[in-house]
């Protein structure tokens, strides 16, 4: 096995445990898979193997699934948080051009 072929092992292996902590809630083996997923994408980038496109475009289209599990846990969290009062908070500017936060909030009650 080639270098080039273990490193698609690796990716491949590291997209599917991004995968199941994606869908267990998971944040310790999301963090640990992310970082085996693009350790194996630098060995990836040094490689000349041309065997590995095909097997990459693959991989790439399991990433994406992945991209849209995860844009849409952050819409679940986002909901979630505008519905307890918090909203995340967006950059904007100042009047002298420099950024600041801006930080909007909704009571829940008023006592």
Do not use: C, F
């Not at 270098?3 to 991004?18: F, I, K, Y």
């Not at 040094?46 to 599990?69: H, V, Y």
């Not at 420099?98 to 930080?103: D, K, L, S």
């Amino acid at each position: 096995m080639s270098a080039a072929q273990a490193s698609l092992e690796r990716l491949a292996t590291a997209l599917a445990d991004e995968r199941e902590a994606l869908i267990g809630h998971d944040v310790e083996a999301l963090m640990r898979s992310t970082h085996a997923k693009l350790t194996a994408l630098r060995e990836l980038e040094a490689s000349t193997d041309s065997e590995i496109a095909g097997p990459l475009a693959e991989l790439a289209e399991l990433n994406r699934a992945n991209g849209a599990l995860l844009a849409r846990r952050r819409r679940e969290v986002n909901w979630a948080l505008r519905h307890l009062g918090r909203v995340e908070s967006a950059p904007a500017y100042d009047a002298h051009g420099r950024a600041e936060q801006a930080r909007h909030s909704r009571e829940l009650a008023v006592a």
